[in-house]
Structure formats: structure tokens, C-alpha cells
């Protein structure tokens, strides 16, 4: 362990290594649940789903451990599986696309291997430093609102209203009820640094909701899309095969375009949020070099692009590194050996997927209510007095998202609105040759949706 990860070079041992990635495993394990949830929207198995995110984890997180000596675990990234469900599928699904899902793994391995490509190139480094800042803090926000309406929506908090387009839910349901007393849950623990504080409220509130169920307040049926909150292990503990290299390059030939514009908007959101946090979560355990650069960063963005593509073909949305490593790394972390406890913990969760899977949708409204909490943080750095086509940009990325129901306007209107005024200043020269490309994307797309 001392030889391969260095620890008295860091500063760390073995016990301090060990209880840092159980932290970690901790703060982030709720993904088990959210995720099959989510992508559960698209069509796909929940069951396949929990395989498939639990072992892509385990594997990034392992790659991250053993190649980049890194203490930063990995695991399918919150808001990019949102738009892979809500943004990509749902709305192909309405297109009359059969299995949509098949279309968003096979644009998640193009993103992997354009990842790779540019990673192995060194492009990615420089690529984050071109795009205007005002937009990445604009996109990071309106990715945390739009998770934060989805973990509302599945809750009922939120409803559809026909005059005012939404409105709020009842407290009658046991539902809206819980979710409400989980949040409170959840920000309490987060006041007093809790560890793993998302998954005590995610488990709180199911808990709350299996009690609610035995008193017969939340009444069972699977008619109406209600489930028993009950783990059932009667038939011992099964695993569902991952949808395994389940891909559709047929679309990709016969609609180009559209499938173009849905690799790019993975593309640049995971581009962002995985430079940010990859930066974030080095500064806090002081990693970084004296330089303010980020050392073996292309292992480190290495690790998230080999990671993106394996979870391709298991069947989950984009891997990427998460935010809640910091939790570890605040805890002592400071070498992969970090990473090697999570990924191993991630091993172990396969055999508890009954209770992850019996886990309901209104139970992990809190973790995606705080997780959009904590991104749209980023808008308490965005400058709204700089230059109109910088302010512009950045607030249209951060409304579209949520008021449009999807994170690709969001970055379309963000994007495009940037450009176009830069060219109405005069200012064209300025504009870098990534917003260029991504303006030409985007105008493709809305001359496809008017055609």
C-alpha cells in the first residue's frame, strides 16, 4: 500500500485512507437509488440499471484509484442522466423512436470516446479555459434547478396545472408530506456535517414512507403506479443482467444532426462539471501544485472519459467524477487508496439491490433537491455586470433549463444568445472557434425542429 500510493508522501496512513472512502462511498451511495429512478423514465429496467451504475462506479472509481492515485470516486453523474432521460429520451419516445434509450447509450460511448481522444491530445485542459465563464457557472446553476423540479415532480410537490402551467401539490399525500419532512431531514444533517447526510435522508424518509404504509396512510397499488416500500428478498439476492453494448447507430445515420446536437450537450456539460469538480475537490485536500495546476490531471480526466465509455456499455448515463469526494478528502483522504475503498464498497452494494430498489421516487426527492442546491451555488459567482453578451448568455443558460424542461435549450439559448450578440457588438474576433462550433450545432438543430 506504502510503495503504490504513496501515503507518507501525502501525509496519510492506511486507517485514515480506509475511513476517508467509506465517507465518500457514503455521501455519493445514493446515486444507487436516484439513478435507476431516473433512467427508470426512459424505458429501461430499474434493475439493470442499479447493475449497471454499481458496477461502472466500482470500475471508474477503481481506474481512478490504481491509475491516477487519485482520492476522487466516480460514479453516473447527476443532472447528465436527467437530461439522458428527460431531455433525450422521453422526448424521441414522443417521436415514436422505439427503446430511445438504445439512441442515448450509443451518443454517452461517443462522448467517451471523444473524451478519450481529446484527453490523449491534451485539448480538454484548454478547451474548459475558452468558454466564457459566465456560462459555465449559468449552466452549472440551471442544471441544479432542473434536477431540483425533477426530484419536486416525483414527489408530487410540483404538479401540472392547465391555467397557471404548475402549481403546488396536496399535503394530503403521504408522498408530497415525506418528501418535505426528508428535505427538513436533510438540511439539519447538513448544519451539523453529518457524513453521508443525503443518504441518512434518503433512508429517513423511505422509513418514514414504510411506517406511513403499515398505518395505511400510503395505501399499496400497483395499478395506479404505487409500489409496496418493502425490500423483497424472497427471492434471495438477484442480480439483473446490465443492457450490455445495447446500442442504435441507425439512428445515427438516418438523423445525423439531432443525434450531433444530443453528443455535444453530454459532451460539454460533463466537459465542465467534471473539470470543476476534478479542480474543487484537489483544492480542498491540497493537491494541487504550486501553480494552481492540477498534477497527472490527464490520468485523472483519463479515468472519467475510460469510465464514461464502460458505463455505455453496461447501460448507464454519462460516469463522471463526483463532488462528494470532497467529503472524503475533508476526512483525511489524500491517495487513491481512497478511491480503492469506495470502488470496493460499490462491489459489495450489488448484494443489497432489493433495498436500494425498493427505495421510491418520493424518498430521494431530497438528495436531488440538495444536490441542485449545492449547484446552483455557482450563481453567487456569475457576474451580471459584465458585458451583455457574457450576462445574457449566462442567465439564459440558468432559466431555459428548468422553465423549457431541458438542460440542451438551456445550453442552445445560453450559447447561441452569446454569439449572436457578440456579432451585434462587433466583437466577432473575440468569440473562440468552440463557441463557433457549438453555435453552428445548435443553429443546425432549430433549422431541424422548423423544417
Known amino acids: 500500500m506504502e510503495k503504490f500510493f504513496k501515503l507518507k508522501e501525502h501525509g496519510t496512513t492506511v486507517k485514515t485512507e480506509v475511513m476517508a472512502g467509506t465517507i465518500t462511498f457514503l455521501s455519493m451511495v445514493y446515486i444507487l437509488a436516484v439513478n435507476p429512478s431516473i433512467l427508470s423514465a426512459s424505458g ?14 466500482a470500475f471508474a472509481t477503481l481506474f481512478m484509484a490504481f491509475y491516477a492515485n487519485y482520492p476522487i470516486a466516480l460514479a453516473s453523474g447527476m443532472g447528465l442522466n436527467a437530461y439522458f432521460a428527460y431531455s433525450v429520451c422521453i422526448p424521441l419516445a414522443e417521436q415514436g423512436i422505439n427503446d430511445p434509450w438504445t439512441v442515448a447509450l450509443t451518443a454517452v460511448l461517443v462522448e467517451g470516446l471523444i473524451f478519450i481522444l481529446l484527453t490523449v491530445c491534451k485539448f480538454r485542459e484548454a478547451l474548459v479555459n475558452d468558454v466564457p465563464r459566465n456560462l459555465k457557472l449559468g449552466i452549472s446553476a440551471g442544471i441544479g434547478l432542473f434536477i431540483a ?26 408522498e408530497m408530506a415525506l418528501a418535505c419532512i426528508g428535505l427538513l431531514l436533510v438540511a439539519v444533517m447538513y448544519h451539523y456535517k453529518v457524513p453521508g447526510y443525503i443518504l441518512w435522508g434518503i433512508l429517513g424518509t423511505w422509513v418514514l414512507g414504510m411506517i406511513a404504509q403499515a398505518i395505511g396512510w400510503y395505501q399499496v ?18 442480480f439483473t443482467a446490465p443492457y450490455f453494448c ?18 455535444f450537450a453530454f459532451l460539454f456539460v460533463d466537459l465542465f462539471d467534471t473539470a470543476g469538480t476534478l479542480i474543487g475537490v484537489a483544492s480542498k485536500g491540497g493537491l494541487l501544485d504550486k501553480e494552481g495546476k492540477l498534477p497527472r490531471a490527464k490520468q485523472a480526466l483519463m479515468s472519467d472519459a475510460v469510465g464514461t465509455v464502460f458505463g455505455s456499455m453496461m447501460g448507464t448515463s454519462t460516469v463522471t467524477s463526483y463532488v462528494e469526494s470532497s467529503a472524503g478528502v475533508a476526512a483525511g483522504g489524500r491517495t487513491g487508496l481512497t478511491a480503492l475503498t ?7 452494494s450489488l448484494l443489497l439491490s432489493p433495498i436500494f430498489l ?15 442546491l449545492l449547484m446552483i451555488s455557482s450563481v453567487t459567482e456569475m457576474d451580471f455586470s459584465a458585458d451583455a453578451a457574457s450576462a445574457i448568455g449566462g442567465f439564459l443558460a440558468l432559466i431555459m433549463m428548468p422553465f423549457t424542461y431541458s438542460i440542451a435549450n438551456g445550453i442552445m439559448f445560453g450559447m447561441l444568445s452569446f454569439v449572436i450578440v457578440r456579432i451585434c457588438q462587433g466583437r466577432a474576433k473575440e468569440v473562440h472557434w468552440v463557441m463557433w462550433i457549438a453555435a453552428a450545432l445548435f443553429a443546425l438543430r432549430i433549422v431541424t425542429l422548423v423544417v
Not at 44 to 57: I, K, P
Not at 342 to 348: E, P, R, S
Open 358 to 372: 425498493a427505495i421510491p421516487s418520493f424518498a430521494t426527492t431530497p438528495a436531488l433537491v440538495f444536490v441542485g
Open 246 to 263: 445495447q446500442f442504435n447507430f441507425e439512428f445515427v445515420a438516418s438523423h445525423f444532426i439531432d443525434f450531433l446536437v444530443i453528443v
Open 44 to 57: 429501461m429496467d430499474a434493475g439493470a440499471v442499479f447493475t449497471a451504475t454499481a458496477v461502472s462506479a
Open 221 to 238: 397499488d400497483p395499478e395506479a403506479g404505487v409500489y409496496s416500500l418493502l425490500p423483497d428478498f424472497s427471492s434471495g439476492i438477484t
Open 342 to 348: 469506495t470502488g470496493v464498497l460499490f462491489v459489495v
Open 149 to 174: 423540479l425533477v426530484g419536486l415532480e416525483g414527489a408530487g410537490v410540483v404538479v401540472g396545472n392547465p391555467s397557471t402551467l404548475i402549481d403546488l401539490g396536496s399535503f394530503a399525500t403521504p
